[in-house]
């Protein structure tokens, strides 16, 4: 086996092909978007480290839980931030 192919295999390696796609991605893309250099990064990271693994389970959870506009108000009171008026309808 060659040294190239040996040092292509290697943590070192992995981590400089990281990093070269975090920059590549930051040239093109610029700052919009989630980099995939960063869910790499973050994947080698919970190989090392006990809890990192589900605090990235907990974010991809996150990521798919839906925010609807009225949960956690009343359904029978509006706030119209806009207008600075709030109907409030008591329960008898």
């Known amino acids: 086996m060659s040294p190239g192919f040996l040092f292509a295999m290697s943590l070192p390696a992995l981590v400089a092909a990281l990093f070269l796609l975090a920059v590549v991605e930051r040239m093109v893309r610029g700052r919009t978007g989630t980099p995939m250099a960063s869910a790499g990064i973050g994947e080698l990271g919970a190989t ?8 990235l389970e907990y974010r991809k959870e996150e990521r798919q839980l839906r925010d609807e506009e009225g949960d956690g108000a009343p359904p029978r009171s509006r706030i119209d931030l806009d207008g600075g008026k709030a109907v409030l309808k008591l329960p008898r």
């Open 48 to 55: 090392f480290e006990a809890g990192k693994r589900e605090e």
